[in-house]
């Protein structure tokens, strides 16, 4: 089966077949449209830990702040929902680049500095409080809209605005890995400093990737905000944020597109409706297990895991 | 048949078909609460007040009865959410429980877009009521803790105070309350903030000894908070007559493992320690507490008890008219007027219980003394009197 066939089997069981079998379960839907939440994190995360090279412990950051962009333009600016989600995902960009001087440290320095850049962003929030309403947050933030007859604030309304988001975002990481950029990116892998004197301006490159990664995880921030209608500092910059995208995409795989969704789907859904109903607390653990499993027998993930394929030393791919 | 035979058995018919009570019927009432996360251990408490109360409901109703099915939320907005709309699914006619502001905003608007009652005593932010929902309630507020330190300390005479609160959004509410209400009664009032990660409080202390000298100190945090002021002030030993303080103070758990740092500390208590009842049925609930979880009650399982009780109340009267599915349940709390284990309860427009306020618990000797208002108290307020 090519891919193009397997893509549109993708969107035909996504847009339809999903709706059509659960659409009357809004708890399932529910735990569906979290999953995708997270899984649009955590294919944000992976395409900036794939073709930037960078591991992020702080994407809470970009999720906090495009919540509260769009959150604050629909509250007090009267904008309305969508153009605010689509300007929360600048905002975070934008904020991206104050983190950008994180860009010239490698492994472990950039992780550390960007999660220090998340509590920056958190402390803003709480002491911002004429604009964000500090510690006490915002409640009742305006839902999805009715637009030409479809309630998107709906539980199913929910559900397609976020497959979409998350689709769109896979596209987005697909065709820069296609493209130009995508194969210096992967040279960059293998020799930064070579693929430097080749003329690639591997810094700016990077740059763009942490833009397009917060762009995409600030829209996925801003949908969160609508869709639970309520935001606070604690929640909206908390770690798990940026815990559970990494444990999605390593799980699935992040070193391919559909990897991290793959996991998200499957680390979110498994534990809330298999897990959870067998041990009511303390369920976390059996996932805690399997994602140890998971790196021991599948380095590369789950994803690669269904395919079979053994290839070389997992890259930039 | 005679016309006045038709009359008769027209009579009884409409009396059968318009005006014969409900039948009794067994009503699944959602827990939505968090019993795993970060609120474990209060969620925990409360929620095994639930289970007090559906016990106590069903043993006496002997017409309708509840079925809890809890729900943990994992201490989490997003899970809370999904948990009340899972216990839609499963069939509830209404909620009890939540704990922490942030968690039951979100679950009782989830709760309103279902049109169902959602009734708590976790959350005191004054915002929660500030949403015109339809199907929320709470019996206590931050007034009502306000309220308790302010009674204490008109009581006591306290003519300054300095205020140490934490940041937080329901300490911060608080505090002010607190200025607000004590500085037209020409109480000195000093506001000192701290950020919720401080842990040395010795320059705020130091400050108020040399710089604000006060009568009292009023200590709106958390228990870490309180450890950690009530360890500086003892090395500073300001001048004071009196330290008291909010919610997690004057319990049985400080009592125990703070046992240097807490004596003469007055707090926020519903209960005394070792717990005294006076009321048949507060001697009811506490009987069948020990009952079902071999262990005396501690306040968090008497508010989960009290806005369950209320809750299962207002849902048979609404099952006995009729209406449990067309908004009686929410009609039926809005009537509601009781002398509960907490003191009144009854509910205004926007869900929230006016007549909330809290008794205050001072440390006397390893034990809680509950010192205001006097027609609660179980001891003799110590005054003046500090740890040190």
């Not at chain 1, 606070?232 to 990494?246: M, N, V």
């Not at chain 2, 005679?2 to 008769?8: D, G, I, M, P, Y």
């Not at chain 2, 989960?304 to 006995?320: H, I, N, T």
Request: net charge positive; proline share 5%.
């Amino acid at each position: 089966m090519n891919d193009k066939i397997k893509i549109a089997l993708f969107l035909v069981l996504a847009y339809i077949a999903v709706p059509l079998a659960l659409g009357s379960n809004a708890y399932v839907i529910g735990l569906i449209v979290a999953a995708l939440t997270i899984g649009g994190i955590a294919v944000a995360w992976a395409l900036l830990g794939n073709l930037g090279g960078m591991v992020s412990f702080g994407h809470a950051a970009f999720f906090g702040v495009g919540a509260y962009v769009s959150a604050l333009l629909t509250l007090k600016g009267g904008w309305p929902v969508f153009p605010s989600m689509l300007m929360a995902g600048i905002g975070a960009a934008i904020a991206s680049v104050a983190t950008m001087p994180a860009l010239r440290l490698r492994g472990p320095y950039f992780a550390l500095a960007i999660l220090a850049y998340a509590e920056i962003f958190r402390i803003l929030a709480t002491e911002a409080k004429p604009i964000t309403g500090g510690a006490a947050g915002l409640l009742s933030i305006p839902r999805l809209p009715i637009v030409l007859g479809l309630d998107f604030g709906s539980k199913l309304g929910g559900y397609f605005v976020i497959l979409t988001i998350v689709a769109a975002s896979m596209a987005v990481y697909h065709l820069i890995r296609s493209s130009t950029y995508g194969l210096a990116l992967k040279a960059m892998h293998d020799s930064e400093d070579a693929t430097r004197v080749v003329g690639v301006n591997s810094t700016l490159l990077k740059a763009w990737m942490l833009a397009v990664s917060a762009f995409i995880t600030g829209v996925v921030g801003a949908f969160n905000a609508h869709y639970i209608n309520f935001l606070e500092p604690d929640y909206a910059f908390a770690g798990q944020w940026t815990t559970l995208a990494i444990v999605s995409a390593i799980f699935g795989g992040y070193r391919t597109v559909t990897g991290p969704l793959l996991g998200a789907l499957v680390v979110y859904l498994v534990d809330q409706l298999a897990f959870k109903p067998i041990l009511p607390q303390g369920h976390q653990i059996v996932l805690g297990v399997l994602l140890g499993a998971m790196i021991l027998f599948s380095p590369g993930g789950l994803m690669p895991l269904l395919l079979a394929k053994k290839k070389g030393p997992a890259h930039a791919a | 048949m005679s016309k006045s035979k038709l009359c008769v058995s027209a009579l009884a018919l409409s009396l059968m078909l318009g005006f014969a009570p409900a039948h009794a019927a067994e009503f699944k009432i959602g827990a939505e609460i968090p019993l795993s996360g970060n609120l474990a251990r209060v969620g925990t408490a409360m929620n095994e007040g639930i289970q007090v109360a559906a016990e106590m409901f069903n043993k006496k109703s002997g017409k309708h009865s509840v079925k809890i099915i809890t729900m943990d939320d994992e201490s989490s907005p997003a899970k809370a959410v999904g948990a009340v709309e899972k216990l839609a699914a499963d069939g509830v006619v209404a909620y009890t429980g939540g704990y922490g502001s942030n968690i039951i905003g979100p679950a009782s608007e989830a709760a309103e877009k279902l049109g169902k009652v959602y009734v708590t005593s976790g959350g005191v932010a004054s915002e929660l009521t500030k949403r015109n929902l339809k199907t929320f309630f709470r019996i206590n507020s931050s007034e009502g803790y306000a309220r308790a330190l302010m009674g204490m300390f008109n009581k006591q005479g306290v003519k300054s105070v300095a205020v140490v609160y934490s940041t937080k959004e329901a300490t911060e509410e608080v505090a002010k309350m607190l200025q607000s209400g004590l500085g037209p009664q020409g109480v000195k009032v000093t506001m000192h903030a701290f950020d919720p990660a401080t842990n040395d409080f010795k320059p705020i202390i130091h400050k108020i000894k040399l710089q604000d000298r006060p009568d009292a100190i009023a200590m709106i945090g958390y228990e870490n908070d309180y450890v950690g002021i009530l360890r500086a002030a003892k090395v500073l030993k300001p001048d004071i007559k009196t330290i008291a303080g909010v919610w997690s103070l004057a319990t049985a758990k400080m009592a125990a493992e703070f046992p240097d740092l807490m004596e003469n500390v007055s707090g926020t208590s519903t209960l005394s320690y070792p717990a005294e009842f006076t009321t048949p049925e507060a001697k009811e609930f506490a009987e069948t507490y020990q009952k079902m979880f071999n262990k005396a009650p501690d306040y968090l399982g008497i508010f989960g008890y009290v806005q369950s009780k209320l809750l299962f109340e207002a849902v048979a009267r609404a099952a006995d008219t009729g209406t449990v599915d067309k908004g009686g349940i929410a009609t039926e709390m809005r009537k509601t007027l009781s002398d509960t284990v907490i003191g009144k309860v009854r509910f205004d427009e926007s869900g929230d219980n006016p007549e909330f306020t809290h008794r205050m618990g001072q440390h006397q000797a390893g034990k809680v003394v509950l010192v205001w208002p006097s027609d609660a108290a179980t001891g003799t307020m110590k005054y003046p009197a500090v740890p040190w």
